[in-house]
Structures are given as structure tokens and as C-alpha cells.
């Protein structure tokens, strides 16, 4: 009986550590690879202009996005990558664009990280997740009494 109860809890706490040592992984969507943002995206509050190499960004913001980013104003190149949130151990990761939670642009040797979301129009709730930034669709979230976004749209010409 001693023997059933002493295997029965190893292998209760065997189940236990295993558990615990699973590490925490983003969410990609089973889809092929979305391409690489290409082009000129157009928001009232500036550009960003995407080489298509899945890295290089230009950007050019007025004043008050470049407050709410804290990025400078005017146009700068630089990095960006998309990443997928805090993920318990390791923070934010990279992930494909169509899973992203969070936009890591760096300009001028400075780093941000901006959420990616489309907030509702009263400003109390937000989409946020998969396919929220697209291949024609860059939305920045913020939040000031409530949120709001500056959605970059693909310019079409």
C-alpha cells in the first residue's frame, strides 16, 4: 500500500514539473506566410514606408504621433519588427505580422514597442490578435481616458 501511494505521488509530481517546465509560445495561425509589408502606409498622423525586405522601415510622423510613440518627428529610417506580446518567460517574442500583438520600431538608435489593436468607437473596449494587422492594415493602440488607434492604411497608388 506504502508502495502504491509513494509511486502514485511521483508520478503525480513527475506530471507536476513536467507541466511547469512547458514554455509559453505564441500563437501562429496555420496559414502559409503572409509577404513582407511593401510600399506606403498612409495614417492622418504620417507615413511608414516598408522596403518589402521584412526589416527596413521609413517613417515620417507629425508631432503628435511622434509624442505618443516617442519616436522623433519627421522622417527617419530605421528597424522594425513585429513581436507577440508578454509571454511568461520570455517576454515578447517575434512573430509574423498577422499574430501580432505589439510593432518594435527602432529610429535613431532608440526602441519602442507600440501595441497593435482597432479600438471600439467609445473607446472602451479593443480588437486586438490575429489578422488585426494585415497585409493592407498597420493599427497603432493607445490609450489616454480610454483607447483609441492611428490605423496606417496600404496606399494604393
Known amino acids: 500500500m506504502k508502495k502504491t501511494i509513494l509511486f502514485l505521488f ?4 513527475c506530471l ?12 501562429e495561425p496555420d496559414t502559409p506566410l503572409p509577404p513582407a509589408h511593401s510600399g506606403t502606409f498612409v495614417s492622418e498622423h504620417g507615413t511608414m514606408t ?8 521609413v517613417i515620417d ?5 511622434a509624442e505618443l510613440t516617442g519616436l522623433p518627428e519627421g522622417e527617419h529610417a530605421g528597424t522594425y519588427v513585429f513581436l507577440s506580446g508578454e509571454l511568461p ?11 501580432a500583438h505589439e510593432l518594435k520600431l527602432t529610429v535613431d ?4 514597442v507600440i501595441g497593435m489593436g482597432l479600438a471600439a468607437a467609445d473607446g472602451k473596449t479593443a ?25 496606417f492604411q496600404l496606399d494604393a497608388e
Do not use: K
Open 127 to 151: 480588437q486586438v490578435g490575429v489578422n488585426v494587422v494585415t497585409p493592407e492594415r498597420i493599427p497603432m493602440l493607445f490609450s489616454d481616458d480610454g483607447s483609441f488607434s492611428v490605423v
Open 16 to 27: 507536476c514539473l513536467c507541466a511547469c517546465a512547458h514554455e509559453n509560445v505564441p500563437y
Open 10 to 13: 511521483a508520478a503525480l509530481l
Open 89 to 99: 518567460p520570455n517576454g515578447s517574442v517575434p512573430v509574423r505580422y498577422d499574430a
Open 109 to 112: 538608435g532608440q526602441s519602442v
Open 50 to 57: 516598408f522596403s518589402g525586405d521584412g526589416e527596413s522601415v
Open 61 to 65: 510622423f507629425d508631432a503628435y504621433l
